[in-house]
């Protein structure tokens, strides 16, 4: 059974930091690309940041320079380093796992909260 577990979400002030994590289990972890997205209420789920299987990233115009999305394949976890964060960061955070050559293998976490106040 594939399990995302998201955590690390909660408040925090503008220009504050948070460190999101995410577990994964059931699935040959470095085979996986993980990507990071986000959805704000009403609004579409969006790329945030994402990181492959060789290690290379690709990151939002609105995150470039304040979020760093790293990944531990010992510990099956992948992170994302959000600094600077702005009230307009605020969404729910979800971690994503699609195999680098399998697309149809593609699991989601249950989502983490991220609330930026002004």
């Known amino acids: 059974q594939v399990q995302l577990v998201e955590s690390g979400g909660g408040l925090v002030q503008a220009g504050g930091s948070l460190r999101l994590s995410c577990a994964a289990s059931g699935i040959t972890f470095s085979l996986y690309t993980m990507t990071w997205y986000h959805q704000a209420p009403g609004k579409q789920r969006e790329l945030v940041a994402s990181i492959g299987s060789d290690g290379s990233t690709n990151y939002a115009d609105s995150v470039k320079g304040r979020f760093t999305i790293d990944r531990d394949n010992a510990k099956n976890t992948v992170y994302l380093q959000m600094n600077s964060l702005e009230p307009e960061d605020t969404s729910v955070y979800y971690c994503?796992?699609?195999?680098?050559?399998?697309?149809?293998?593609?699991?989601w976490g249950q989502g983490t909260q991220v609330t930026v106040s002004s």
């Open positions: 994503n796992a699609n195999h680098s050559w399998h697309p149809s293998l593609r699991y």
